[in-house]
């Protein structure tokens, strides 16, 4: 992998994790009717809510923020499921919790070792808002949607390559990172080197295969 002179990272899922916030999101919505179970369940709605909100935009050719995506699952989930809480102070909620996620165990001592030897930036489908500040830490360049008013799998592919175009090199001498879909098929579609982190140990279930498949960030170093 010696060829590579740029790594590009997500952020939620590959650096920083925000599964272990969801009760600090659910319980001051739910307040007395709060249980674990039905954090987890309602969570798993807004998330769906929210992908599902996603894609028919992306399809549309048009963009919402993601506080604007998020504020209409919420309407819909509360609505849904009968509760008396209002969206936009569960948007506050939430953003607040994405910007207390915890790092992973690999996470820091990655990146002082690729900072060292890359170029490094983080590319994230979100709001500045919702981003943990300790990215600022290290020489990093942020892309974010909010910025370029794109995300990284639509049809204009703008957020990749602004990448491309920032650092001035071959795509291929690019190698980007992260958990899901998008951020494979919008880097293979760019013609950029695509990693799926899958921590979770999960099945891949897009036509479009990863370059790379790794379970960690120290997994990803010993391939680099």
Same mark, same amino acid.
């Given at each position: 992998?010696?060829?590579?002179?740029?790594?590009?990272?997500?952020?939620?899922?590959?650096?920083?994790?925000?599964?272990?916030r969801?009760?600090?999101?659910?319980?001051?919505?739910?307040?007395r009717?709060?249980?674990?179970?039905?954090?987890?369940?309602?969570?798993?709605?807004l998330?769906s809510?929210?992908?599902?909100?996603?894609?028919?935009?992306?399809?549309?050719?048009?963009?919402?923020?993601?506080?604007e995506?998020?504020?209409?699952s919420?309407?819909?989930?509360?609505?849904?499921?009968?509760?008396?809480?209002?969206?936009?102070?569960?948007?506050?909620?939430?953003f607040?919790?994405?910007?207390?996620?915890?790092l992973?165990e690999?996470? &820091?001592?990655?990146?002082?070792?690729?900072?060292?030897?890359? %170029?490094?930036?983080? @590319?994230? =489908? *979100?709001?500045?808002l919702? +981003?943990?500040?300790?990215?600022?830490?290290y020489p990093?360049?942020?892309f974010t949607?909010e910025?370029h008013?794109?995300y990284?799998?639509?049809?204009?592919?703008?957020?990749?390559? &602004?990448?491309i175009?920032?650092?001035?090199?071959?795509?291929? %001498?690019?190698?980007? @990172?992260? =958990? *899901?879909a998008s951020?494979? +098929?919008?880097?293979?579609?760019?013609?950029?080197?695509?990693?799926?982190?899958?921590?979770?140990?999960?099945?891949?279930?897009?036509?479009?295969?990863?370059?790379?498949?790794?379970?960690?960030?120290?997994?990803?170093?010993?391939?680099?």
């Amino acid at each position: 992998m010696g060829r590579y002179k740029v790594i590009s990272l997500d952020m939620f899922q590959t650096l920083a994790n925000i599964q272990d916030r969801r009760a600090y999101v659910w319980k001051p919505i739910l307040q007395r009717d709060y249980s674990e179970e039905r954090a987890l369940a309602l969570g798993s709605m807004l998330l769906s809510s929210y992908q599902r909100l996603s894609s028919e935009i992306r399809s549309n050719g048009d963009f919402w923020t993601s506080k604007e995506i998020y504020t209409r699952s919420f309407q819909q989930v509360f609505k849904q499921h009968g509760v008396e809480f209002d969206p936009l102070q569960a948007v506050d909620i939430l953003f607040a919790q994405h910007r207390l996620s915890t790092l992973y165990e690999d996470t &820091e001592r990655f990146l002082q070792q690729i900072c060292a030897k890359y %170029q490094v930036c983080i @590319v994230s =489908d *979100t709001d500045e808002l919702m +981003l943990p500040d300790f990215y600022q830490n290290y020489p990093v360049t942020l892309f974010t949607s909010e910025m370029h008013r794109s995300y990284k799998n639509d049809s204009r592919n703008v957020m990749f390559r &602004e990448v491309i175009a920032h650092y001035g090199v071959e795509p291929v %001498q690019i190698i980007h @990172v992260g =958990d *899901t879909a998008s951020d494979v +098929l919008g880097a293979a579609r760019a013609g950029i080197t695509a990693c799926w982190i899958n921590r979770e140990k999960a099945v891949w279930q897009q036509a479009v295969q990863p370059d790379y498949s790794v379970t960690s960030l120290v997994e990803l170093y010993e391939l680099l």
